[in-house]
């Protein structure tokens, strides 16, 4: 490979690297935004760069997220520090944090916790735009748990993160919306080949991939104040199933909401307000 800007650029086309992965891998070695590397395309590198760069290439290939590679994801606008050991933040999830802001319209100080926070993704985009929101993030991950705090502090958000399994650090406590993005693929499911490099503890949950979303909203109801909200993202096919969960355990205004792709992608309910009755 020449070794030059131009060069890594024409390596990667010739290696099947996709162009969009390899500027932004360049753009994080050089710390340079990608529009520059058009207009320094002579740019030299030096063997330590090339052999970053060849690496890379070769992980990209074998399916490593790029997220990992550069060691960040932007989500709903911020840039949070990833790795192996929590799962990559979706576009799609984006779409769960704006439930939930929609859900504090009106009570601006709520409480509200993210289950399974990973990265501290959910959380932390809940507490930029809702500044005045009490949040809460729960990991069973020490590892995960470690690299969500780190972006609390580097993004100065302050939330309170705890160790734990699901509602298990949340004993006798209310809130008035919990959020989580659970494991929810299914077992064996083909599309866990191409996610083999993201840790399977954030993304199986059993023969039918329910495991997890049924234990939550099992116990959702004790750790909801009435008119509480339980907002969940799920797979593309498990709506049906996810607005059933909810229903059965006593939520009202049962409803799925779909992702940018016209999926359905998230379900959530809301528990009865004092004096309202149900059937
Ligand atoms: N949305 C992820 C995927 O299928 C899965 C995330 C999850 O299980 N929570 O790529």
Known sequence: MTPTVAGALAEARR???DRLDVQLLLSALLGRPRAWLIAHDDTPLDAAQVARLQA???ARLDGVPL???TGEQVFCGLTLAVGPGVLVPRPETEGLVEWVRSCLHDRA????ADLGTGSGAIALAIKATCPAARVTAVERSPQ????ARDNGRR???DVDWRHGDWWQPLVGQQFDVVVANPPYVADGDPHLVALHHEPASALVAGADGLDDLRDIVATAPAHLRP???LLLEHGHDQGAATRGLLAAAGFVCV???PDLAGLDRCSGGQMPELGVETA
Not at 109 to 112: H, M, P
Not at 144 to 147: F, H, Q, R, S
């Open 144 to 147: 995960a748990l470690a690299i």
């Open 56 to 58: 890379a290439f070769d």
């Open 109 to 112: 100080d709520a409480a509200v």
């Open 255 to 257: 409803c799925t909401r």
């Open 15 to 17: 290696r099947g690297v």
């Open 227 to 229: 008119g509480g909200w």
């Open 67 to 69: 997220a990992y590679l």
């Open 155 to 157: 993004l100065q958000l």
